[in-house]
């Protein structure tokens, strides 16, 4: 074991050297705010850097990343404001010098629109920024072509656009929709400008845009062939080790008679949890709720069935509130079992272990409502801007929240870490068979705990390319690196007490299987910042390393087969039979969710057509609630298993299993892969602008092809209402004291 601990630690230590240090190239070459946009040969100063920075604010303010996106990152609706400014100032440019020929610009002659074409690229690539005055100039033309720009998206944000799920109304002040407009156009600014001295935009090109010859770069070529290639090969290597070790397994203990865990005695503070399953329930139903409207903003875009809901409820809440309650319902399964099973490890019930549960309970409950309604004040503009930063809408996709309600829920996590770390050193004291299980437990203990700390460390004011890096540690490093090594030590945990699995076998199959899936996910996080004005080490690194996080989910047929035939070793294990199941689905949609639909996008050449298009929501929602959401629904099924002394309703667990699946793979195939499909041929083509254009998304085909998700959503709505049933009548009956 001492080799592969300092396997594991080499590891760690290696990744996050290499994560922090493409972090600080991105602090040095981020793209630069400018002090004034100057009118080139006046005096003329048409936006200011307090102007960029302060229309940040209001963007975030009104929803962010919840209202169309910036650089491909954010919803899906509305357009991508980056690719839509680029593309209707090129246009705008182009018509205006077609004038003097008489004819449009599309009707001119090869040769015409070449001459055009080659003065636009001039003007749109030629980086004019000064690094000695900290300013950026632009001639006369331009000036027209963002003013245009301007007034069209002021007519947007103040009377609202229908197909963009926009109501009227969203900002009625003057001076933040100039503002607004100032950062939108530095946020295209930088996606269509050279790098000083490169040839290449802070953006790596990015988006698609034809009529400026943004195109994808060499290195984003290159590095997406080598990421196939290593990807071959380690899948090789993985088989060729996983075949060599499997034939010098060690034949487990013999599986006892009877349950051991029906002789464990259950404690308090065990108990204190339950109330937390209750409260996830209704999340999960409110959630679900949330996203039948969101979804259905994207045909109707103001009503829900003729009824103007936007008015009380916009989109950009909405979906705000759908995503925000995913996290919080997923993550408040994984640590309330967390809280569960902490007494299993030490044998003890240590003291004020119930309050603390009790207190945490309180306080996430806290986080959540006040998150909620500070989210809806500050995109109704209620708040002020540096008071919606802390209370309100932070505007970042997964990080809504405000600032305040972030600390809040950073302190309540270290209270976690608290409860359940201090059962686990005692389990770590008794230096038995399940001290390198729980050493490893302990360690994704703390990093869970402390990586949500990374959410904090941008400002109100930090650039756009800063806050991206940060979030990704939080969303990526926090849910899908140390999550995934705790829920891997929990499950084996729970199996060495049902003597399932050695103790000894556990500790070592665990640890192995961290360094494997940390070794591509810490640097791996850089596959989401390809393209967020970060530097081309992002996609060299990112490339390389996300492909390696594909690697051991090459061998999850395997593991699949295992849980399976755990079912078959007693026939006490039956009635663990629906927490299996859920296990084995989350095997089945981390093949599936994570393994291809999560490739599919992760080479830069995929993903520089298709951010942001519905090929991301193919991703998000069969590895965020098919391999996360399944694994918490599994661990309460586990616990209430383990303090129910009923027997269950099979029926009403058959229904939930199946129809949870059955729906979720129906939403899939039937709408958002096809959408995600027609998009990226029409971002292939056309450009990336018009892959997200309401001329695409409002066609009558792919009005078709949005209205068949209610077949999969109907279905998957079956299962979430036969599960939450089941989880409260379970919750309620073990919280209900019973004469022994």
């Not at 004040?377 to 505007?395: A, D, I, R, S």
């Amino acid at each position: 074991m001492k080799k592969i601990w300092i396997g594991f630690i080499t590891i760690v230590v290696l990744s996050f050297a290499a994560l922090l240090w493409v972090g600080v190239k991105i602090y040095q070459e981020k793209p630069p705010i400018p002090e004034k946009v100057m009118i080139e040969g006046t005096d003329e100063v048409l936006f200011t850097k307090k102007n960029i920075q302060r229309g940040q604010n209001v963007w975030e303010s009104i929803g962010g990343m919840e209202v169309g996106s910036i650089w491909g990152h954010g919803s899906y609706v509305a357009p991508d404001w980056s690719a839509d400014w680029i593309h209707k100032e090129a246009v705008f440019l182009l018509d205006k010098w077609s004038i003097p020929y008489g004819k449009d610009y599309d009707n001119l002659s090869l040769e015409d629109k070449g001459l055009l074409k080659g003065r636009l690229i001039s003007q749109i690539k030629t980086n004019t920024y000064d690094s000695i005055t900290n300013n950026i100039t632009i001639t006369l033309d331009r000036k027209e072509a963002i003013l245009s720009n301007s007034a069209h998206y002021k007519d947007i944000f103040s009377n609202g656009h229908e197909e963009y799920a926009i109501p009227k109304e969203m900002l009625t002040d003057e001076s933040k929709l100039d503002d607004l407009n100032a950062f939108l156009f530095w946020a295209s600014w930088a996606a269509s400008t050279n790098r000083i001295g490169d040839d290449i935009t802070y953006t790596s090109n990015w988006p698609h845009e034809p009529l400026i010859d943004n195109t994808i770069t060499m290195d984003a070529q290159i590095w997406s062939g080598f990421s196939i290639v290593l990807l071959l090969l380690f899948i090789s290597i993985m088989v060729w080790y996983h075949i060599r070790s499997s034939h010098n397994e060690e034949n487990g203990d013999q599986i006892p008679d009877t349950n051991p865990l029906a002789r464990i005695k259950l404690f308090p503070s065990q108990k204190a949890t339950l109330k937390y399953f209750l409260v996830i329930s209704f999340l999960i139903v409110l959630q679900v709720v949330l996203g039948i409207i969101t979804v259905h903003y994207s045909v109707e875009g103001q009503a829900f069935f003729g009824f103007e809901l936007s008015q009380y409820l916009p989109y950009t809440i909405s979906r705000t509130w759908h995503t925000q309650l995913a996290i919080f319902w997923i993550a408040a399964a994984w640590l309330s079992t967390g809280l569960f099973i902490a007494p299993l490890v030490s044998n003890k019930e240590l003291k004020f272990q119930k309050f603390g549960i009790n207190f945490l309970f309180i306080a996430i409950l806290i986080v959540v409502l006040g998150s909620m309604v500070g989210e809806w004040l500050g995109v109704k503009q209620y708040l002020e801007l540096t008071t919606n930063f802390f209370f309100g809408h932070q505007g970042y996709e997964y990080m809504d929240l405000g600032r305040f309600w972030q600390i809040l829920l950073a302190v309540g996590l270290v209270l976690w870490v608290f409860l359940v770390g201090r059962h686990i050193l005692v389990g770590i004291r008794r230096r038995d068979n399940t001290r390198n299980l729980l050493i490893l437990f302990l360690i994704s203990v703390i990093a869970i705990g402390a990586f949500f700390f990374s959410g904090l460390m941008y400002g109100e004011n930090s650039s756009l390319s800063v806050i991206n890096y940060w979030r990704w540690w939080l969303v990526h490093l926090w849910v899908e690196g140390f999550f995934e090594v705790f829920a891997t030590v929990v499950i084996a945990f729970l199996f060495t007490k049902m003597k399932l699995i050695k103790e000894k076998t556990a500790g070592r199959v665990t640890v192995l299987s961290a360094i494997i899936f940390l070794s591509g996910g810490i640097i791996g996080t850089l596959h989401h910042l390809y393209f967020s004005g970060t530097p081309v080490h992002a996609i060299a690194l990112g490339a390389t390393f996300s492909a390696l996080e594909v690697v051991p989910l090459t061998l999850i047929g395997y593991e699949i087969w295992e849980n399976w035939n755990l079912l078959k070793v007693k026939e006490w294990v039956k009635e663990y039979k629906w927490p299996i199941y859920f296990f084995l689905a989350v095997s089945f949609w981390n093949m599936l969710g994570a393994g291809v639909f999560g490739f599919l996008i992760n080479p830069p050449i995929a993903l520089y057509y298709i951010q942001g298009l519905n090929t991301t929501a193919v991703h998000a929602h069969t590895a965020l609630f098919g391999v996360y959401g399944m694994l918490g629904m599994g661990l309460i099924l586990f616990a209430l298993r383990m303090i129910s002394k009923t027997k269950w309703n099979d029926k009403v667990l058959k229904i939930s299993f199946w129809s949870l699946n059955i729906g979720l793979l129906a939403m899939v195939v039937f709408s958002l892969l096809p959408q995600g499909i027609l998009q990226t041929l029409a971002s292939i083509k056309e450009g990336y602008w018009y892959a997200r254009s309401s001329e695409l998304l409002y066609s009558p085909s792919f009005q078709v092809i949005k209205w068949l998700r209610i077949i999969g959503d109907i279905i998957f709505s079956v299962g979430i209402g036969y599960f939450c049933w089941f989880t409260i009548k379970e919750t309620l009956k073990c919280m209900v004291p019973r004469d022994n």
